[in-house]
């Protein structure tokens, strides 16, 4: 890519359909979480007008109503309005959840089985995941998502403060930024699509969005009078959320991560327990990637690592910081691997991760959240130091 581009990345709202989805399934996840922290759950969710569909593969000793956890859910996205097909209380749910295959369970549990080489705790399942950082905000994430996701939960939170009562659930938002000599200087394009009231006029939605999101949140020295305002382009968003498309699990892991700036592996997180290395070691990628540029090693750094189901090492480490690090890559590689561990049995140990926290990284993406880094464990910077002084 030339040093001179414009690079864009969207995000999406709580009421988007694939965030419900996300929404449900790791609201279900930390139903078995909180009661037993050893659950294994592979659980995805389908959505569509009135109906919600959930099926996968759970083994836990928790006990609880799947229905009301999904009700649950369904509501605090703040699926409530009477004029809502797609309703909290009124949806018809069904349950296609079942055990865990014991071949997957011999893989992945720390104990010796007929033909397996190693009695540790192995990867849930063969696959390849990229953890990705820049210095280009403050979060070390990339400019154009977390933009995006800055205005989507801005409008989020008036929304369920009552501050406009036409709001509904469903929404995107999407974000331009031109770069200039690989850096960030000014946003050119602004994109937020927002479901609505039948009565909401398109001057009051425009006016709202345009004082009350955009202008509070994003940065005054990046707009311009030439950066291109879009609010509701197709001038009316009534029919929205499952009523006006199908959601599915996992289907914005893009949102998810990066916005399209870093690579992604291709698997999905939402509903998947920290075994799953789509999940763990991706978030383990992230800190890795992070305390990187923090130690000043790199201005952008994408770390990828990739494993075989049932064995404990990777199988791969490779660090890339696209020509922005002040020593080889294959240095830093090495820097990595003797301060971290990719193991997964101490991925979820480092990271804390048999906890009932994902539903706290199901929206707004899974990176670049700051603001409780007990629970967001990986976007701590405490390996900064170590890192630095190794190389």
């Known amino acids: 890519m030339s040093k001179n581009y414009i690079f864009s ?6 009421g988007h359909p694939d965030k419900v989805s996300d929404t449900i399934s790791d609201a279900l996840l930390d139903a078995c979480l909180e009661q037993d922290k050893f659950s294994r759950v592979a659980c995805e969710t389908f959505v569509k007008s009135n109906i919600v569909c959930v099926g996968g593969e759970i083994t836990t000793k928790a006990k609880f109503d799947v229905e009301q956890v999904v009700r649950n859910a369904i509501r605090e996205i703040g699926y409530v309005n009477k004029d809502d097909v797609f309703h909290a209380d009124e949806v018809f749910i069904n349950n296609y959840l ?53 205005l989507g939960r801005q409008l989020t939170k008036l929304r369920k403060a009552g501050k406009a009562k036409w709001l509904r659930p469903d929404a995107k938002s999407q974000v331009s930024v031109r770069y200039i000599d690989d850096k960030p200087v000014e946003i ?20 709202f969005i345009s004082k009350q999101v955009i202008q509070k949140v994003l940065p005054k020295k990046m707009l311009s009078r030439k950066t291109q305002i879009l609010i509701n382009p197709t001038g009316r968003f009534v029919v929205g959320g499952p ?36 999940r763990s070691a991706a978030y383990m990628g992230r800190y890795v990637a992070k305390n990187i540029v923090a130690a000043g090693l790199a201005k ?70 700051e603001d409780d880094l007990s629970t967001i464990t990986w976007e701590k910077t405490d390996k900064a130091r170590a890192l630095k002084k190794l190389v």
């Open 9 to 14: 990345s969207e995000s999406v709202g709580e």
């Open 98 to 150: 079942t055990a865990q295959s014991p071949d997957i369970s011999q893989g992945v549990d720390a104990k010796a089985a007929k033909g397996k080489s190693t009695a540790e705790q192995g990867a849930g399942d063969q696959g390849l995941m990229f953890g990705y950082a820049s210095d280009e905000t403050p979060e070390l994430m990339p400019a154009p998502i977390m933009y995006a996701h800055q």
């Open 188 to 207: 050119t394009s602004v994109v937020i699509s927002t479901q609505h009231a039948a009565e909401a006029s398109n001057k009051t939605i425009r006016e």
């Open 243 to 278: 009523q006006g498309d199908s959601g599915l699990t996992g289907r914005k892991i893009i949102v998810d991560t990066y916005g399209g700036m870093g690579r992604h592996g291709g698997g999905a997180f939402s509903g998947k327990d920290p075994s799953k290395v789509d």
């Open 300 to 369: 952008r750094c994408e770390i990828q690592f990739a494993y075989a189901i049932g064995y404990p090492d990777p199988v791969s480490v490779c660090v890339d910081t696209f020509g922005t690090g002040v020593v080889d890559d294959s240095k830093i590689t090495a820097a990595a691997e003797k301060v971290f561990s990719f193991k997964p049995a101490d991925i979820v140990k480092q990271l804390k991760l048999l906890r009932p926290i994902y539903s706290k990284t199901t929206n707004y993406g899974h990176f670049g959240k």
